[in-house]
């Protein structure tokens, strides 16, 4: 496989990026990204990932020689260096701070875009048949808006919470009010007994994500009942559904919240109705012109 490395490409396993050269992202964690699957060899939502990145950049004051078309461009290139692998993949997009100015914390010019493809690993079968179950975990990320390259709440969640509830994922929930935020690396939705699908407005604590986006399209597009509202830790026995939304695992139900049980303890209506139809999506995606 073909990554984009700071203006080369070569194989993946070869990305190497020189600490010398990138003090601010190695030491400091100066870095954000963005990062999708491929659908027939296109990357989904491309527009809007490179959106997201391009937001995340301006508000962490990081500076972006590049245009948006001409990251596009490079993405849709690395695509094409890896034409000869069949199944598809994921694809990484991320600046990273590069050198510093001398005795500071300054960056010494534009950040650095690498562009890494992987082979692309799914959840088992049984998630999406059989649905998971979430830890909570009490923590605000840094910057919530911004897609850092920051991970160590997750990190901590899966070597505390998760093993002690037998989860396979974390919920974030928050400190100061005991409202669930979102996932480690996903959007968090609920199912009331209304048949209401809600999920947290995109307010300043949580990550503007394209998975979420483009759920409220279906919702829309197909007049299934939806709000944003804060949801309640404490509020989980209203709950009759539930399922946690990313770009790589798409849909998939839970089940379990800790010891509570969702709904009868089995994927619900809504949630496999909304996993067909998004897949469904994926799978007609075309690049915009």
């Known amino acids: 496989m073909f990554s984009y490395s700071n203006g080369k490409f ?3 396993d070869k990305v190497a990026i ?3 050269e990138d003090y601010l992202g190695f030491k400091c964690g100066y870095r954000i990204f963005s990062t999708s699957t491929t659908v027939n060899h296109k990357f989904f939502r491309i527009d809007d990932h490179i959106d997201r990145l391009i937001s995340s950049a301006e508000k962490i004051n990081m500076e972006v020689s590049l245009t948006k078309k001409e990251i596009l461009d490079i993405i849709k290139n690395t695509i094409s260096k ?6 598809e993949f994921t694809i990484m997009v991320f600046l990273s701070g590069g050198a510093s100015e001398p005795m500071t914390f300054k960056p010494e010019g534009p950040a650095k875009l690498y562009v890494i493809i992987n082979k692309m690993v799914i959840p ?3 998630w999406y048949e059989e649905g998971i179950a979430l830890a909570s975990y009490k923590y605000q990320r840094q910057y919530p808006n911004v897609k850092l390259l920051n991970y160590i709440g997750s990190i901590n969640a899966h070597q505390t919470v998760i093993p002690k509830y037998g989860a396979q994922e974390a919920l974030f929930i928050s400190p100061s009010d005991n409202t669930i935020l979102e996932g480690t690396t996903f ?4 199912i009331d007994q209304k048949n209401n699908v809600i999920t947290r407005p995109e307010d300043k604590y949580i990550l503007g994500s394209i998975t979420r986006k483009v759920i409220f399209e279906i919702l829309q597009h197909n007049d299934i009942s939806h709000r944003e509202e804060k949801i309640k830790f404490i ?6 559904e539930a399922f946690l939304a990313s770009s790589i695992r798409g849909i998939v139900p839970v089940v379990r919240i800790d010891d509570h049980i969702i709904g009868n303890g089995k994927p619900g209506q809504t949630t496999l ?3 067909k139809i998004y897949e469904k999506t994926k799978n007609i995606y ?3 012109n």
Do not use: A, G, W
């Open 18 to 20: 020189p600490i010398s």
């Open 286 to 288: 075309e690049y915009c």
């Open 82 to 87: 890896n034409k000869n692998i069949q199944s």
């Open 10 to 12: 070569i194989l993946t």
């Open 187 to 190: 959007s968090f939705f609920i």
């Open 235 to 240: 509020d989980l026995k209203n709950f009759k």
């Open 124 to 126: 088992p079968k049984i």
């Open 273 to 275: 109705l909304l996993s």
